[in-house]
């Protein structure tokens, strides 16, 4: 309930300098870029994740610095919330995600990623609109909202894969 306030004050402001900016409805960390699995792939690349990630621990992230981002082709912008703790647990997890994804024959993540929470996004690139003075104001929202360092705290207790319409899940011991 905490969250969706903080996220409602984000957007609201964020909308004077962006219009139209659409909060997201699926909160996630990534680990691996959106890629397409051929049907029969699908059970042993799970299998495979599985046992990767099998040797992990939970652990905590706190994402609380506002940032904005663009996708690859510059044809949507996100605000997002970026990881300042946990950085080094979620690059271990990114390395065996990678190895899979070698297996598979598929693109691996971003060299130098920045692990982030979109929390809201619009087409186009309005990257110059939002950074600068916006950016400011939205991370003084952040840092002065109540009880965000305890919101904005995220425990890892499990990795999530989600193919077409299902959901695979892999908990962290």
């Known amino acids: 309930e905490e969250f969706a306030e903080l996220l409602e004050l984000v957007v609201r402001h964020a909308r004077a300098y962006a219009a139209p900016l659409a909060p997201v409805d699926d909160f996630h960390v990534s680990l691996s870029q959106s890629v397409v ?13 599985k046992e990767r990630l099998a040797p992990f621990h939970r652990f905590f992230c706190l994402a609380n610095q506002v940032k904005v981002y663009t996708n690859q082709n510059k044809t949507r912008t996100f605000i997002g919330l970026e990881v300042s703790t946990g950085h080094f647990q979620l690059l271990e997890l990114v390395s ?19 692990f982030h929470i979109s929390l809201a996004w619009c087409v186009g690139d309005l990257t110059s609109r939002l950074e600068g003075q916006c950016l400011r104001e939205l991370q003084d929202i952040v ?3 109540e009880d965000s360092a305890h ?23």
Not at 39 to 46: E, G, M
């Open 96 to 114: 065996e995600v990678d190895k899979v994804m070698d297996e598979f024959d598929l693109p691996t993540f971003y060299k130098d990623p920045s």
């Open 143 to 145: 840092d002065k909202f």
């Open 151 to 173: 919101l904005l705290r995220i425990q890892w207790e499990q990795i999530r894969c989600k193919s077409g319409n299902k959901y695979f899940t892999f908990p962290l011991r």
């Open 37 to 49: 699995l051929r049907y029969h792939w699908i059970n042993p690349f799970v299998q495979s994740l």
